[in-house]
């Protein structure tokens, strides 16, 4: 009874689902390559040494470059128009792959910096830039090209095939991390967030590998001005995932640090739901950033970003008034996130089956109505950023193969962690099954033991 007893529990441990945990999609996050810094130095000006052939900006629309933007460290790809308009009276150049403060760990030498899946378009008296001294990289454009590029861009129809996949698959990753289940349930938290004003405080549990917060405010004074951004009781090592919910975010932010090593590494904000993101402030802004509508625009004039910044929608990279100078850093992200599976579907259907069919070419959702929220903000769309057009190729291709993991173990036989079957216990197989191995086993214990008695009886008989 034991052994039986025991081989069951053995069966219902394997249909009963397991925490995991798993990387971005597509092998995007962590430094790629036989270069890699061991540790990443803060934003500096020193000279290039390691490098890094992993994407650090994705964005599924266009990237639009506006008033005055300075520079996008790391590899970028972006599946729409990359299109450079600049105001006059500020630096003419906009840097790409290779920044001149940073981390200073940009892709190698002679590789793409840059990737373009429509038009690629340079106001006339500007330049955009894939070189500093020693170090170059390639501009690579799938259209057309109007303008001034250094060096010499390539014309390649076929330029971003490798990446159409990745923008479906970070819809789908972005809404999985900030909804645990088949459903609009949210991915419950480890952690409190508090708005004072001053300053938004995330206090953790202390001791969770994932700590999980959720927003749903902007990150600004009541005015809409600056404040602080404070993380207190993460573990060290732990991965900090914040969801920020709502249609319409802001982020205003004079954050320059955290309070401990490796924090930005492992730091992920995700906007699963808003199709309107206006990113702004003096400070440098800490930590990896995950936008999953499609239709959404990204307006980012902050003083710096430091982390990877992957947008399925739009990305403008601006300034504000007087400022200049901003920059995107590259450092990247080697945090645990929720498991989603490979390919999940992002609104699945729940079943009993125990082998459902995950959807192959999940369509996002978008936030039909969102609900804006007063900022003196920017509006996340110039009036002179052209019109966003659409994914240059609707038919997903492979991910690069210089970026694609080995599948990683899901919780359930569907793309999506879902609930365990039958509420965690075994299907059932038919009628008074339990019985039926209960009986049999008795009933073979009593022959065993009969017979014993009759070769006992025998072999007394014979003495």
Known sequence: MAVTVAAAAAVVGAFAPTAAADSLPGGLGPCLGSDCPVTWPDPNSDDVIYHDSNINIFVGGDYLVREAAAEAEGKIVTLGEFDMTKRDGVSQIYNVGVAGGGSRVPPPNGSDYLTVGGDLSIQTGKRLLAEEGPNYGVVRYARTLAGTVVPDPVHDADATDPYTALRDQLTVASHCYAYDD????????????????????FTGDGTSALQVFAVDADLTTAAGGQQGIVFNAVPDGATVLVNVYGGMRNISTYMDSLPQSGLREHLMWNFPDATEIGLKGTGQFQGSVLIGQQSSVATLAMSGTNGRFYSAGSLTHTSEGESGGQEL??????????????????????????????????SPTPTDSPSPTPTDSPSPTPTDSPTPTPNPSDSPGPSPSESTPAPHPTPTDSGWPGPPHDGGQLPDTGARGGEWVIGGIAAALLVAGSAATLIARRTRRRG
Do not use: I, K, M, W
């Open 329 to 362: 850093h590259a450092y990247p992200f080697d945090g645990d996130l929720p498991d989603c599976g490979e390919e999940p579907s992002p609104s699945p259907t729940p079943t009993d089956s125990p082998t459902p069919t995950p959807t192959d070419s999940p």
């Open 182 to 201: 088949n459903e609009e349930h949210r991915r419950p938290t480890t952690g409190t967030v508090r708005n004072s004003g001053a300053e938004t405080v």
